[in-house]
């Protein structure tokens, strides 16, 4: 006798479906439990900091020595570059390490160009001599040739027009006398120094000019004196600016004699002198042409 079941609901169709299907291989039940994580990308490495154009400013005007410029830029930079959030501190300090070299050149620069120089026109004779206006002595060597160094130039006259506060009066050796210098004391005799004063302070006598004899021996008195007197007139017109024949004014000279030519003295002095104030003249011949 057969039976009837009673009618069933219909199974959803899926269900249905997964019945159907074989049953799953050993391994697959776990690759049907897997779900794909979230990929994400490595980290990379961290950004290079911007170059701080402040210090890089600093460094080019470091360059041609601006200092002014360069310097206050500089410590600026080092400021903004110190949480090294900016590259760039390194340019800042070069820039200090250049505005300091230009500054030792400058220095070093400045020190040659303050150096002395010392004209040898202005040099001490070879030692302190015994110098006469106009020698009486009689000497009878024989008969030798002076020369005389060339004439100098004409147009160029050396020595210090008085200018300024009065110069204070100085004793000094009559080698040390240069041309312009005006001095008293000249009548004094067997005395290797004379006062130097200020031209506008009373003065007997002022310097035209200075040269030195040569000559192995001591040509004699009249051969100096020839010399010197040939040679001082010609000073005297270069530096009063007009002939001694035609010049209210007068020239001398001093000479070495035998004796302070034994120890090399060579030293011919020429002066000029106002024959009206001969120990009270107040005003520098120099080109008065009179």
Same mark, same amino acid.
């Given at each position: 006798?057969?039976?009837? #079941?009673?009618?069933?609901?219909?199974?959803?169709? $899926?269900?249905?479906?997964?019945?159907?299907?074989?049953?799953?291989?050993?391994?697959?039940? +776990?690759?049907?439990?897997? /779900? %794909?994580?979230?990929?994400?990308?490595?980290?990379?490495?961290?950004?290079?900091?911007?170059?701080?154009?402040?210090?890089?400013?600093?460094?080019?005007?470091?360059? %041609?020595?601006?200092?002014?410029?360069?310097?206050?830029?500089?410590?600026?930079?080092?400021?903004?570059?110190?949480?090294?959030?900016?590259?760039?501190?390194?340019?800042?300090?070069?820039?200090?390490?250049?505005?300091? #070299?230009?500054?030792?050149?400058?220095?070093?620069?400045?020190?040659?160009?303050?150096? %002395?120089? /010392?004209?040898?026109?202005?040099?001490?004779?070879?030692?302190?001599?015994?110098?006469?206006?106009?020698?009486?002595?009689?000497?009878?060597?024989?008969?030798?040739?002076?020369?005389?160094?060339?004439?100098?130039? !004409?147009?160029?006259?050396?020595?210090?027009?008085?200018?300024?506060?009065?110069? !204070?009066?100085?004793?000094?050796?009559? $080698?040390?006398?240069?041309?312009?210098?005006?001095?008293?004391?000249?009548? +004094?005799?067997?005395?290797?120094?004379?006062?130097?004063?200020?031209?506008?302070?009373?003065? +007997? +006598?002022?310097?035209?000019?200075?040269?030195? #004899?040569?000559?192995?021996?001591?040509?004699?008195?009249?051969?100096?004196?020839?010399?010197?007197?040939?040679?001082?007139?010609?000073?005297?017109?270069?530096?009063?600016?007009? $002939?001694?024949?035609?010049?209210?004014?007068?020239?001398?000279?001093?000479?070495?004699?035998?004796?302070?030519?034994?120890?090399?003295?060579?030293?011919?002095?020429?002066?000029?002198? $106002?024959?009206?104030?001969?120990?009270?003249?107040?005003?520098?011949?120099?080109?008065? !042409?009179?």
């Amino acid at each position: 006798m057969s039976s009837v #079941l009673p009618n069933q609901p219909d199974e959803p169709a $899926d269900r249905q479906a997964a019945q159907a299907l074989p049953p799953p291989l050993p391994g697959q039940a +776990e690759a049907a439990d897997w /779900t %794909p994580r979230d990929w994400r990308p490595p980290p990379s490495a961290p950004a290079k900091p911007p170059l701080d154009k402040v210090s890089l400013i600093a460094l080019i005007a470091a360059i %041609p020595s601006l200092g002014l410029v360069s310097i206050p830029l500089g410590i600026w930079g080092v400021i903004r570059t110190k949480n090294k959030q900016r590259r760039g501190r390194i340019l800042a300090v070069i820039s200090f390490v250049l505005i300091g #070299l230009w500054a030792v050149i400058g220095t070093l620069v400045g020190m040659t160009g303050r150096l %002395p120089v /010392t004209s040898s026109t202005d040099q001490a004779a070879a030692a302190p001599s015994s110098i006469v206006a106009q020698t009486t002595a009689t000497v009878s060597p024989a008969p030798a040739t002076v020369s005389p160094t060339p004439s100098p130039s !004409k147009t160029k006259i050396p020595g210090r027009q008085p200018h300024g506060p009065l110069r !204070k009066a100085k004793k000094v050796y009559w $080698d040390q006398l240069t041309t312009g210098d005006c001095f008293k004391g000249w009548t +004094e005799k067997g005395s290797y120094t004379i006062t130097r004063v200020d031209c506008r302070s009373p003065h +007997e +006598e002022e310097v035209t000019g200075k040269f030195n #004899l040569s000559a192995s021996r001591y040509p004699g008195d009249n051969a100096v004196d020839k010399a010197g007197d040939a040679r001082c007139k010609k000073y005297f017109t270069r530096y009063v600016g007009i $002939d001694w024949d035609s010049s209210a004014y007068n020239y001398d000279y001093a000479t070495p004699d035998s004796d302070s030519w034994r120890y090399g003295d060579r030293l011919v002095i020429c002066v000029a002198d $106002d024959p009206n104030h001969p120990e009270g003249n107040r005003i520098s011949l120099r080109k008065v !042409k009179q």
